[in-house]
Every structure is written in structure tokens, then in C-alpha cells.
């Protein structure tokens, strides 16, 4: 009699069978989330990068071939180059671009105006020499992470302030670029002539931009507000005071 109040041996297998299938899939789905993290960024779930599934779809490595008439070793030197340029050219369109916001008082509308067009031929630099990184066989990066850990300088130091506060400090910003782009000339000359037209192109519009910059800070015998300051608060500083005279 005992025995009749218990399943069916066929029943009792089939409930087993059903239990191990519903353990099974319990299990699964913590190993599933622990494969594939995810997270939401701007209303999208998506997969955290590893390096495995990263080096798996891309590459920063040198390609195969450069362009003709160039050694696969001097491509790569010419473009280590121009990352350094394309970081410059990055920081100062920014840089632009935030004084460009940023600058106030009686002159603010015509140096607002002034600094867009500078932005605009700024941003072409930045192209053309990514492109032209990327003609030779490597990856230029104008990633931000990687604009502000390879670059040898600080953020520009001021906020709002008047006219003649920002141009004198962004004459400075000016003299680092040039001065930073004209020191590669020599090698760039040595290994690749379109490369160095390029850079001499981009120097020669970059030098008329600090003009019209420069114009704004100087008297009639020629010399600067803020000549001598080698920091650009302290240029800020030293214009803003002779202003107030």
C-alpha cells in the first residue's frame, strides 16, 4: 500500500530530467554575465573592451607598405613626427576655441570673429596630417586620453577674461606650436620633401595667425604688452595691468 502513494518510476525520471534542466540554466546565466559584462553609455547596453577582443579588430602596428620611394622604417619616423604635430594641432583648436567663448569687454565681438576662421584652418591641420599619418602606414590618434598624456604642456590657464588678457596669453600658445613645428623641419627635410612642404604650409598660416594675434598687443615702436612673461597667466596679467593705464 506504501508504495502506491509514490509516483511512477516513468513520472519520478521525468521530474528528475525536468529539475537538472532547470539547474542547468540557472547556472548558465551567471557565467553568461561573467563572459560578457556589459554597461549603458548614452541609452546603449554594450560589451566592456578587453585587450583580447580589442587586438582581435584592431591594430596601431605599422602597416605592410608605405608610400612609394619611402623605406617602411623612415615612414614610421616621419609619421612618429607628425603625431606630435597632430597632437599640437588638436590642443590649439581647442584652445581656440575656448578663448573663442571665453573672452570678454569693449573689443569682445571682433576678436570673437577673429579666432573662428583660425579654428576652421586649425581643424584642416588636424585632418591633413591625420591623413597623411595614415598615407604612411600608421594610426594617427587624436584620441583625447591620448592628445593629454603625450603632450609636454599644461592646459591653457584662463577662463573668462578680457581681450587683451587672452591674446597676450594666447601669443604664447602660438610661440610653442610654431616654435615646436619648426624644430622638426631639418629631419622632416631629410626624410620626406612632401611631408616637410606640408608642415611649412601649415607654419606659414599658423605664423600669420600669431600676427593677428600679436597686433592687438603692440605699441608703435614695435614692442609687446606682455614682452618678457614666459607663462601665460603671467602674459594675462602684465596685458591686463597696461590696459588699466
Do not use: C
Request: avoid cysteine; charged fraction near 25%.
Amino acid at each position: 500500500m506504501a508504495s502506491s502513494t509514490r509516483p511512477s518510476n516513468k513520472r519520478a525520471s521525468a521530474k528528475r530530467a525536468s529539475a537538472k534542466r532547470a539547474s542547468a540554466k540557472r547556472a548558465a546565466k551567471p557565467a553568461a554575465a561573467a563572459s560578457a559584462p556589459s554597461f549603458v553609455l548614452h541609452g546603449r547596453r554594450g560589451r566592456r573592451h578587453t585587450s583580447e577582443n580589442v587586438s582581435s579588430v584592431s591594430s596601431t602596428r605599422q602597416t605592410a607598405k608605405t608610400v612609394p620611394g619611402i623605406e617602411r622604417a623612415d615612414g614610421a619616423e616621419i609619421a612618429a613626427i607628425l603625431q606630435r604635430r597632430l597632437v599640437a594641432y588638436v590642443d590649439l583648436s581647442l584652445t581656440l576655441k575656448h578663448v573663442h567663448w571665453n573672452v570678454v569687454g569693449p573689443a569682445f565681438i571682433g576678436v570673437h570673429e577673429m579666432l573662428d576662421p583660425q579654428y576652421a584652418a586649425v581643424q584642416l591641420m588636424v585632418d591633413g596630417t591625420a591623413e597623411r599619418i595614415a598615407t604612411l602606414g600608421s594610426s594617427p590618434n587624436g584620441l583625447p586620453g591620448s592628445v593629454a598624456s603625450t603632450r609636454g604642456w599644461d592646459d591653457y590657464e584662463l577662463g573668462r577674461a578680457d581681450v587683451q588678457s587672452h591674446l597676450a596669453a594666447l601669443d604664447l600658445v602660438y610661440d610653442g606650436v610654431i616654435e615646436s613645428a619648426r624644430g622638426e623641419l631639418d629631419q622632416l627635410e631629410e626624410l620626406d620633401a612632401i611631408t616637410h612642404d606640408m608642415v611649412v604650409a601649415q607654419i606659414a598660416q599658423l605664423e600669420q595667425f600669431q600676427w593677428f594675434v600679436r597686433a592687438h598687443l603692440e605699441d608703435a615702436a614695435g614692442g609687446t604688452v606682455a614682452m618678457g612673461e614666459k607663462t601665460e597667466l603671467g602674459a594675462a596679467t602684465k596685458a591686463a595691468r597696461a590696459a588699466r593705464r
